[in-house]
């Protein structure tokens, strides 16, 4: 059956980095898009970075861009999340997910409706 499984969540101090790794299995790789999405203490899961099934098109929530580049290697079926100069609000559980639709640049936040696999997800904690 499908299976997302991340690594590389940990404790890190604020201005410090961490890549995370969602590994997949049991579904084409390939032919799905995939994406980040994140939950904080007390917040809703929100979502994070996108990159479309071909590696090139890629979206992020601006409260990450610059900083988060996600990527994805189809011939290994992972896809990773490198998180550079992270601050204190980034704590959360990291959640990876799979969907066969992409997200609108305009409606990001309403992705997670489409998401067709979930991954369980690593906890990312980022001490001030």
């Known amino acids: 059956q499908v299976q997302l499984v991340e690594s590389g969540g940990g404790l890190v101090q604020a201005g410090g980095s961490l890549r995370l790794s969602c590994a997949a299995s049991?579904?084409?790789?390939?032919?799905?898009?995939m994406g980040w999405f994140r939950q904080a203490p007390g917040k809703e899961r929100e979502f994070v970075a996108a990159?479309?099934?071909?590696?090139?098109?890629?979206n992020y929530a601006d409260s990450v861009k610059g900083r988060f580049t996600i990527s994805r290697d189809n011939a290994k079926s992972t896809v990773y999340l490198q998180m550079n100069s992270l601050k204190p609000e980034d704590t959360a559980v990291y959640y990876c997910?799979?969907?066969?639709?992409?997200?609108?640049?305009?409606?990001?936040?309403?992705?997670?409706?489409?998401?067709?696999?979930w991954g369980k997800g690593t906890l990312v904690t980022v001490s001030a």
């Open positions: 997910a799979a969907s066969g639709t992409w997200p609108r640049s305009d409606s990001i936040e309403s992705w997670w409706k489409s998401i067709d696999f």
């Open positions: 990159v479309r099934w071909n590696g090139i098109l890629k």
């Open positions: 049991g579904l084409t790789f390939s032919t799905y898009n």
